[in-house]
T-cell receptor, first 112, second 114 residues
Framework: DAKTTQPTSMDCAEGRAANLPCNHS???????VYWYRQIHSQGPQYIIH???NNETNEMASLIITEDRKSSTLILPHATLRDTAVYYC?????????????FGDGTTLTVKP | EPEVTQTPSHQVTQMGQEVILRCVPI?????FYWYRQILGQKVEFLVS????????KSEIFDDQFSVERPDGSNFTLKIRSTKLEDSAMYFC????????????FGEGSWLTVV
């Protein structure tokens, strides 16, 4: 798996957009960017994934740079319940995709 | 939304005892995983399981660990003789094996070895 680099922590005001960056400069052509989050030692929760196009779902948006060496997860209107550790994982789209390497992630704290 | 369920949510066991953690993956999923997370540390891959056999395992998954899918629905992790350092949250996960290959995790089983 390609290595990812994320800031250790970030703060965001409630109701504002949270923008979480991730660097993955060694990403290969067949590797996707996945984002997960973990709320207080619960099981990691899938948020979104993408290959090269920007993606949006009901939880978040994912912006991937044209060279695919970095991406940004956007939570458009952060709430207190979005306080969590956010993991950016780069992984090939293959059948053993469940074997993923979790880094330290970014601890996002949403403040009132 | 379908979910991965795990039991027990919390277990306390004495050092040297055997522990079995149980998981029911999502019903049409084909690949199953165990991860663990020691308090304050990263989520670590333990083992992957497909077609009734281990497909990959990490260095953590030594002879004290075993996995089984005994009846087509449950997926179990057994620790034969627990050590203090086995205290951790154990997460079961599954993926469909086709399409998005999104990993779905259970809520975890918190194991405390005393």
């Amino acid at each position: 798996d390609a290595k990812t680099t994320q800031p250790t922590s970030m703060d965001c005001a409630e109701g504002r957009a949270a923008n979480l960056p991730c660097n993955h400069s060694t990403i290969s052509g067949n590797e996707y960017v996945y984002w997960y989050r973990q709320i207080h030692s619960q099981g990691p929760q899938y948020i979104i994934h993408g290959l090269k196009n920007n993606e949006t779902n009901e939880m978040a948006s994912l912006i991937i740079t044209e060279d695919r060496k970095s991406s940004t997860l956007i939570l458009p209107h952060a709430t207190l319940r979005d306080t969590a550790v956010y993991y950016c994982i780069v992984r090939a789209f293959n059948t053993n995709a469940g074997k993923s390497t979790f880094g330290d992630g970014t601890t996002l704290t949403v403040k009132p | 939304e379908p979910e991965v369920t795990q039991t027990p949510s919390h277990q306390v066991t004495q050092m040297g005892q055997e522990v079995i953690l149980r998981c029911v993956p999502i019903s049409n999923h084909l690949y199953f995983y165990w991860y663990r997370q020691i308090l304050g540390q990263k989520v670590e891959f333990l083992v992957s399981f497909y077609n009734n056999e281990i497909s990959e395992k990490s260095e953590i998954f030594d002879d004290q660990f075993s996995v089984e899918r005994p009846d087509g629905s449950n997926f179990t992790l057994k620790i034969r003789s627990t050590k203090l350092e086995d205290s951790a949250m154990y997460f079961c996960a599954s993926i469909h094996g086709q399409g998005a290959n999104t990993i779905y995790f259970g809520e975890g089983s918190w194991l405390t070895v005393v």
